[in-house]
């Protein structure tokens, strides 16, 4: 099935750095939402996006929806050890209902 | 107010054999959106329902089913299950056409 390309795969930083992650599609989305999933646990949502341009912050997180509708990024600042986990971007297309296509994750590691 | 509820957690099954996994949506969510996630394949969308209508479908064989109740609580039924089949099946709830809350997941095993 469809994915989106997210990037990193994985990053190993310190403690205390910024972080940024980013994805992108060849279709055109309604929605970006950004999530969080801890092992054994279902995806936690973070951030979401509505129009074009849209950055939101959530605390230390902080989420921008691409002018073109196809791309969204993330940052963390300050990362902390409970950042550790994996975030997926999701896109909606509402002409597809509530089906949510998503990014490849990217697997954060944060040495204290 | 709860968050979505999956039951069970874990399950295990053997090939051939069929299984019935349930989700309880947030109260006062009517759309409920089932998805498999594995390492190879990450997420991918089952199907959607929505006032107990199937409003879309995934890219998944007719051995996926799933239903929903006029609680909005759903169901997904996987039949003859073969050993691909496992994975970490989710179900997000929503009021419409926004954010969707994720529940804990059914790890399914088929051996």
């Known amino acids: 099935g469809q994915q989106l390309n997210q990037s990193p795969q994985s990053m190993f930083i310190q403690e205390g750095e910024d972080v940024s992650m980013n994805c992108t599609s060849s279709s055109i989305f309604n929605t970006w939402l950004w999530y969080k999933q801890d092992p054994g646990e279902g995806p936690v949502l973070l951030i979401a996006l509505y129009k074009a341009g849209e950055l939101t912050s959530n605390g230390r997180l902080t989420a921008q929806f691409g002018i073109t509708r196809k791309d969204s990024f993330l940052n963390i600042s300050a990362s902390i050890p409970s950042d550790v986990g994996i975030y997926f971007c999701a896109g909606q297309d509402y002409n597809a209902g509530n089906m949510l296509t998503f990014g490849g994750g990217t697997r954060l590691m944060v040495k204290p | ?111």
């Open chain 2, 1 to 111: 107010k709860a968050g979505v509820t999956q039951t069970p957690r874990y399950l295990i099954k053997t090939r051939g054999q069929q299984v019935t996994l349930s989700c309880s949506p947030i109260s006062g969510h009517r759309s409920v959106s089932w998805y498999q996630q594995t390492p190879g394949q990450g997420l991918q969308f089952l199907f959607e329902y929505f006032s107990e209508t199937q409003r879309n479908k995934g890219n998944f064989p007719g051995r996926f089913s799933g239903r929903q109740f006029s609680n909005s609580r759903s169901e997904m039924n996987v039949s003859t299950l073969e050993l691909g089949d496992s994975a970490l099946y989710l179900c997000a709830s929503s009021r419409g056409l926004n954010e969707q809350f994720f529940g804990p997941g059914t790890r399914l095993t088929v051996l």
